[in-house]
């Protein structure tokens, strides 16, 4: 089998694979910390999205070399690459400069849903049920795309694996983004077929995946039924002194109902969260559309979707929203809902030697990339000043784990499902040649029959001497 992730190139790469140097982005502040990397906003002064402010994730410099640091970096920009949905972060750009390498990807201005619970809990004021239904059914379209994105005629069968509050983005623009595929898992690939490693975090896994057992995208709803739970009751799910209690409590134990800790929640929606926390995968929603679905009686009115989102997220934390207009010196803008998506299937754009990485140009074009040779001003230094409660790309480093063998189980044999994978960036246009006008046609006919005229009158003269 083609290996996949072998076949992407970062933007100015050799036909080699080797990475040239960029300096095409201008760190404005540090946004996000982890165990392994660090998240920047940047600027761009050049290339596609010049003057526009992008999210920079950078790996440490003394995990750069590590073989599983770096075969997680590259899967990243391999499984972002590949998806282009309104509610995945985009990626622009990937390469290496004199800090090291980076993965570019589109600046959301907002946090995670984490740090907006957070804030909540601290305040002791509930999430309003509507914007929380939002909110998961936006996260749930998002991986119902990576669950079925197709390449090369065939589907990747990507599994997020580390679905929790921290990954999914909430913007003061009304946006909604899943974030973070470090670790994500792609089914279609040999080397994964029999992986014996548990990456994530203990509290969010699936009980397959705590197992080691085989896994498919119902694994991921699991976990999202975890972060529906505590946005509801802005509390832990499973929390114990130590991670082996917690998987012992994700395997065994069945979740207290939400309705015990918050009044207000319809049956409707405990059921909802119910199905979704299933132990068993066939109990489980078949895929995010479905659960998207029944999510719907409790999401807002689709033309105000994005402003209930914004407004909500703004007025739980105010601080954040103002530091991030003071940085970027832009007023945020809300980004209203267009078509809901899940009808049409995605395209995804087939890495060649002359279309290096996907670049997320709204018309589908692909810029021109910086290259080695190429001079351009140095960056300035990064900006001192913290952002309260800022993570806008979080990077934590999840928990690996040798996992032991298990037998396959048929309850978590791959669903087939009829649903494709949501719309994708509208294919662009053929670039036509200029037409002439018949003016211009004219005078150009006029200039060569001067041009004759003058050419046969010197011939003439000469002649007659």
């Known amino acids: 089998m083609t290996n996949l992730r072998a076949s992407w190139r970062p933007s100015g790469a050799g036909t080699d694979g080797t990475v040239m140097v960029t300096h095409r982005y201008d760190p404005v502040a540090e946004i996000g910390v982890g165990g392994m990397g660090a998240v920047v906003l940047a600027r761009a002064f050049s290339g596609p999205s010049a003057g526009e402010h992008v999210a920079m994730k950078r790996l440490l410099p003394h995990l750069a070399q590590e073989p599983e640091v770096l075969k997680a970096f590259l899967d990243e920009v391999y499984v972002i690459s590949a998806l282009h949905h309104p509610h995945i972060v985009e990626s622009l750009d990937w390469g290496e400069d004199s800090n090291g390498r980076f993965l570019v990807m589109q600046f959301v201005p907002g946090d995670s849903l984490r740090a907006l619970v957070h804030a909540r809990e601290a305040a002791q004021s509930p999430l309003p049920i509507d914007f929380i239904a939002e909110v998961v059914a936006c996260a749930a379209l998002g991986l119902h795309a990576a669950h079925t994105v197709e390449a090369e005629g065939r589907r990747l069968g990507i599994v997020h694996q580390d679905v929790s509050p921290a990954n999914v983005l909430v913007g003061y623009d009304g946006a909604v983004k899943v974030i973070d595929f470090g670790v994500a898992r792609i089914l279609s690939r040999d080397e994964d077929s029999n992986a014996q490693t548990i990456r994530g975090k203990f509290g969010y896994m699936s009980p397959e995946q705590i197992r080691g057992m085989p896994l498919d995208h119902r694994s991921d709803l699991f976990s999202l039924g975890v972060v529906l739970w505590e946005a509801l009751t802005l509390c832990r799910l499973y929390q114990a002194r130590d991670e082996f209690e917690v998987a012992r409590m994700v395997i065994n134990e069945d979740p207290v109902s939400p309705s015990e800790l918050r009044g207000d929640i319809p049956p409707e929606l405990e059921r909802i969260v119910q199905r979704c926390l299933s132990k068993s995968t066939e109990l489980r929603y078949a895929d995010g559309r479905e659960l998207a679905r029944d999510l719907e009686p409790f999401r807002p009115e689709f033309s105000q979707r994005a402003e209930r989102v914004a407004s909500i997220t703004r007025a739980s934390m105010p601080e954040r929203f103002q530091w ?12 209203g809902r267009t078509t809901e998506p899940g009808d049409a299937p995605q395209r995804v754009r087939r890495v060649t030697s002359s279309n290096k ?4 140009n709204a018309d589908g074009s692909v810029p021109a990339f910086a290259t080695a040779n190429e001079q351009a001003p140095a960056p300035h230094s990064i900006a001192a000043q913290p952002a309260p409660h800022l993570i806008a790309a979080p990077i934590a480093q999840p928990q690996s784990y040798p996992a032991q063998p298990a037998q ?7 669903q087939p499902s009829s649903a494709v994978a949501t719309q994708g960036p509208k294919p662009h246009a053929p670039r036509l040649p200029p037409t002439k006008s018949s003016s211009s046609v004219a005078l150009r006919v006029v200039a060569l029959v001067l041009v004759a005229l003058i050419a046969l009158a010197i011939g003439l003269a000469l002649g007659s001497r």
């Not at 990485?357 to 997320?360: F, G, K, Q």
């Open 324 to 335: 991030i207009e003071s940085v970027t010196q832009r007023k945020v803008k809300l980004v």
């Open 357 to 360: 990485l996907p670049a997320a």
């Open 408 to 414: 396959p189980s048929s309850a978590v044999a791959p």
